[in-house]
């Protein structure tokens, strides 16, 4: 029987998200409604979605080699595995969640300490009870299958511990952030025995090379440009290169073709400098991967 991976891919808010990740490294991986195993254009792996809470107990049990799952999940859980790789992407964005303490506007719980004899639902029991226990406070948890930020509005908890991105729900909601619990992010895991496996484990870091290679060059952009030669150096010093830039010699002894990589941000307030100090022809090119 040819070797194949069995690869996790999370079910829910970070499906989407993992999907093109993957897309960008390279792999198109196609899921039909009532199906938990996608398609994938790869002979060697095959794919099941897993919701990211149960994640890291199928791959420590062996039925899953390697998946994707958040860090907070593996605390919960307390899973067994191996961390690959720290990829930092969310649903909606590059940024790490937040795993934070709410409760209504008027509350009044103004600290962690004010929790004593409260009840908080949340998702996250393990590690809530635990960060309570560590502090000697006495509260009720409550396990919340969803709809979490309801049970406070609702007056069924007085506080709750939910996850979140930017805060703009939990204010829809005329809820108040008291503080954070815990920042957490995607991983890649595998399972120890899979990384036995001299075939599995050179397929799981290639895997974790090109993830990380498509979340790097998100955040970065080609600049190619031509430069009078009696221009370079003042060029070249506006320019926050991750290396050296490339330069090359045009047709003629007057021009230099230049390019460099930088941060997708710079762009904006970088263009009108390079354009000052006497570059010409400025193109910007996005880049789908990027190994450092």
Known sequence: ?????????????????TKELFSQAGWDIATRSRNYFPSIDDPEIRCTLVRSQEMGLYIANGTIDAGLTGQDWLAETA????????????KASNSPCRWVLIVKQDSDIRTVEDLRGKRIATELVAFTKN????????????????????KVVDGLADAAVEITETGSTIRAHGLRIVCDLLHTHTVFVANHEALQNPWKKQKIENIALLLESALTAR??????MNVPAKRLAQVVK????????????LYGDDWLALETVVSRGEVRDLMPVLKAAGAEG???????????
Request: glycine share 4%; net charge positive.
């Open 79 to 90: 899973a067994d595995v191996a961390v690959v790789s720290e990829l930092v992407y969310s």
């Open 219 to 224: 955040d970065k952009v080609l600049l190619k």
């Open 282 to 292: 400025i193109l910007e090119f996005a880049l789908r991967k990027m190994v450092v």
């Open 238 to 249: 506006q320019l926050p290169s991750l290396h050296a830039p490339t330069i090359n010699q």
């Open 1 to 17: 029987m040819p070797n194949h991976l069995k690869l996790g891919i999370p079910k829910g808010s970070l499906e989407t998200a």
């Open 131 to 150: 960060f309570l226990k560590q502090r000697n406070i006495n509260a009720t948890v409550d396990f919340s299958w969803g709809a979490t930020e309801a």
